[in-house]
């Protein structure tokens, strides 16, 4: 959650690395492959997660709307959420 917090911000992938990858988290790439992960399912998660929460559906951009949702919810909450409506997540 915190790479994606990061990025959400505004930072860099490379700044996301060094912030919040150290020694031991996630590299530039699998950081990257999250990323475009979440752009690419935007649509259909943002669907269902609107009847969990309509309020977010006034975010204007994808990240908007993820910040909004990040800001109320835990990631593996809301993942949990889609997991449980039978969408497909890691």
Request: proline residues 3%; hydrophobic residues 50%; positive net charge.
């Amino acid at each position: 959650m915190a790479v994606l917090v990061c990025l959400l911000s505004g930072m860099s992938l490379n700044k996301c690395a060094d912030t919040v990858g150290c020694i031991l988290g996630p590299s530039l790439r699998t950081i990257r492959r999250w990323w475009r992960w979440i752009e690419a399912r935007h649509a259909l998660f943002s669907f269902r997660l609107l009847d969990r929460e309509p309020e977010w559906g006034r975010a204007v951009h994808w990240t908007d709307f993820w910040r909004r949702a990040l800001a109320q919810e835990r990631l593996r909450e809301l993942m949990a959420y889609l997991d449980n409506r039978g969408l497909v997540v890691p």
